[in-house]
């Protein structure tokens, strides 16, 4: 696990091949922790329909599934300022607002934040995120409360803790 | 007592009112709405059909003529409110991201505080805008209504920008969203009167032109008085003159890349000399090679460093190929015979007399040279680097979201010279075409849209972050 210094060093480097990218990282001394990185959530949501009409979903049948996801998904933008609502028992894909890029040697978990965690809000279930993976993480957020819970882009919404491969 | 047929007309005018204000009524109270424009519209358009309610309940019946006069202008009415309803759908076009279009709100409300912004998708393959919504219901509404009343707290200017939808997810064609911002500009500005000085001094060379006319087949003047062509030429001159001064002002609002943009988008449809003198639109507007000279003439300030900021070797290159394509422009302009000639130096002083009442002035909206002289290369690199473009590091452990327009010059910048992407690219002097599949060249453009896109808006949404953490009551710890 990489300590507060680290992960620093990795943020700063001159290496574009082994430099750590979260872009933005907006408020660094708040989200950067001793041994981890806070990350917010972006504007953009795939909420899972609870009305499709489908029996089931069958992964074997690929060309039905791809056909059958506008039945099931409906893509979400949420402004600056604004609140998503998301129903208890709802299920959602959402991303990290940041841009990840992690060097070749450098894995992280995804974690829920614990304060989210006390409202029912269960945060990504494939937490691994491979080394010299760039990109937006998604996250899967469930709402296993019995309240709605309104989420604002841009919260602190989960935290990346960060590895090195054992191999280096 | 009225006729039958205008008595049976009074419910019908009713029910279609209450229908377009049940339309508007979910967009004024902002739901599914993200343009607050819109539902500041919406909400005035609520209050428009309240009181053409009213209006028609309380129509007099007694006198036929005036009846069927009233009658005939709520018609009108209302048929321009039900047009301005398709303004609440189409602006709120998912490809629309409405984070994105908040810089160009800001620009417009630098230019003018009282004035409001729509950006809607249309079919047809032009940029346009139209401002003065508030004209639109004047002329419209029924002389019995106070429009005090009404419109009190609408804004002066209701602007609306029209984008082909076509182009809709292209968010380096925004750019061209500055040139229409130009016209409003220019509207503010009142440089009108510039035109309408010059041309005076210029009558003896109109009436010239005229008595040359047939000789140099000026078509479809034959059938014209002088009047008529002086009429007809000022008109010309007036309007080249505005799409002219708005590319100006486009440049002062996101730099050099309009050039490219406007490169981009235009010439690959039309030549560097088209104007039309078929009476279509055409003939109003200057032919891209003046319009290209205009914009040549005065890219060049963004170049001139301080020292400070340095110039990059793709910088360098940039100016030095937009100064190359200057000169082969100027190299090869159209014959001096041409009829349009004297049109277009009549056009020119009229730009060198704006541009020198205008020197000096102070533009909250206008971008800064020393801000496109430090972002622009650093952000480059980033998306050469494959990192989004979306902020530059200002300290030690310290980044500040980059400006809009920057990341906009960056991005152009890199589907201009990054050749290895394969895209349409401009290569200079000559617009050419890669001779990669356009499939695979569509998708790398699409990809790279993408990417520029969710810079842009992660660029602006941290800086709104910046701005309003302190009023969002901890929302975001």
Redesign the interface.
């Known amino acids: 696990m990489l300590s507060k210094q680290a992960i620093?060093t990795l943020l700063?480097s001159e290496d574009?091949v082994h430099r750590l990218?979260i872009?933005?990282?907006?408020d660094?001394?708040?989200q950067v922790g001793p041994a981890s990185v806070d990350v917010?959530l972006g504007?953009e949501f795939v909420l899972i329909n609870r009305q499709t009409g489908l029996v089931a979903i069958d992964p074997v049948q690929r060309t039905q599934l791809t056909e059958n996801i506008p039945r099931y998904q409906t893509?979400i933008?949420v402004?600056?300022?604004?609140g998503f609502y998301l129903h208890p028992h709802d299920f959602c894909l959402a991303t990290t607002?940041e841009?990840i890029?992690l060097p070749p040697d450098v894995g992280a978990y995804v974690i829920g934040r614990s304060s989210w965690g006390r409202l029912g809000l269960i945060i990504a279930t494939a937490t691994a995120v491979g080394p010299g993976f760039?990109g937006t993480i998604v996250l899967e957020l469930a709402n296993v409360g019995t309240v709605p819970i309104v989420l604002?882009?841009?919260?602190?919404i989960a935290q990346l803790v960060l590895h090195r491969s054992a191999d280096q | 007592m009225a006729d039958s047929v205008s008595i049976a007309a009074i419910p019908l005018l009713r029910e279609k009112a209450l229908a377009i204000r049940a339309h508007a009524e979910p967009y004024a109270k902002g739901i599914h709405v993200?343009n607050p424009s819109i539902a500041l519209l919406a909400g005035y358009q609520v209050r428009v059909c309240d009181a053409l309610v009213t209006l028609i309940t309380d129509l007099d019946t007694t006198d036929e003529e005036e009846l069927s006069a009233d009658l005939r202008r709520l018609f009108h009415c209302i048929l321009r409110l039900a047009k301005l309803s398709r303004f609440f759908v189409q602006g709120e076009s998912?490809v629309l991201?409405?984070?994105i279009l908040v810089p160009w709100d800001d620009v417009v409300k630098k230019v003018h505080p009282d004035a409001a912004l729509i950006i809607r998708t249309q079919s047809a393959y032009e940029f346009e805008a139209r401002v003065e919504i508030r004209e639109v219901f004047e002329k419209s509404l029924p002389l019995q209504l106070s429009l005090r009343d009404i419109f009190r707290g609408f804004p002066r200017y209701f602007l609306v920008f029209n984008i082909p939808a076509i182009e809709a997810w292209n968010v380096l064609h925004q750019t061209l969203l500055a040139h229409e911002i130009g016209h409003f500009i220019y509207k503010c500005q009142r440089l009108d009167d510039i035109a309408f000085a010059i041309l005076a001094k210029h009558l003896p060379d109109i009436k010239r032109l005229f008595d040359d006319a047939f000789v140099k087949g000026l078509a479809g003047v034959a059938s014209h008085t002088y009047e008529q062509f002086q009429e007809w030429v000022s008109g010309i001159v007036a309007s080249r003159f505005k799409e002219l001064m708005s590319d100006i002002f486009a440049l002062q609002i996101v730099g050099p890349c309009i050039v490219t943009a406007l490169r981009d988008f235009g010439l690959p449809g039309y030549s560097l000399d088209f104007t039309s003198d078929d009476g279509t639109m055409f003939l109003y507007y200057p032919s891209f090679r003046t319009r290209f000279l205009a914009l040549l003439k005065r890219v060049d300030v963004f170049f001139q460093s301080d020292g400070s900021g340095g110039n990059g070797n793709v910088m360098t290159q940039w100016c030095e190929d937009l100064k190359q394509w200057q000169a082969a422009l100027l190299a090869s302009g159209p014959p001096p015979t041409s009829p349009f000639s004297t049109v277009d130096n009549i056009v020119e002083e009229c730009v060198d007399a704006a541009s020198e009442k205008l020197e000096g002035s102070t533009c909250r909206w206008a971008y800064d040279r020393q801000i496109f002289q430090h972002e622009v290369l650093p952000l480059y690199n980033r998306i050469v680097?494959?990192?989004?473009p979306?902020?530059l590091r200002c300290g030690e452990?310290?980044?500040a979201?980059a400006s809009w327009q920057s990341i906009l010059n960056a991005a152009w910048l890199s589907y201009s010279y990054n050749s290895a992407w394969a895209l349409d690219v401009l290569r200079f002097p000559e617009t050419r075409q890669t001779d990669s599949d356009p499939t695979v060249r569509h998708h790398a453009l699409l990809e790279f849209n993408e990417f520029i896109a969710?810079s842009l808006?992660?660029?602006?949404?941290?800086r709104?972050?910046?701005n309003?953490k302190s009023t969002?009551d901890g929302?975001?710890?």
């Open positions: 620093e700063d574009a990218v872009t933005p990282l907006v660094r001394d708040q917010r504007n893509r933008r402004a600056f300022g604004h607002f841009y890029g760039h604002y882009p841009m919260m602190r | 993200s998912p991201q409405s984070d680097e494959k990192i989004p979306n902020e452990h310290q980044t979201p969710r808006e992660m660029a602006i949404v941290h709104q972050f910046l309003q969002m929302v975001f710890d």
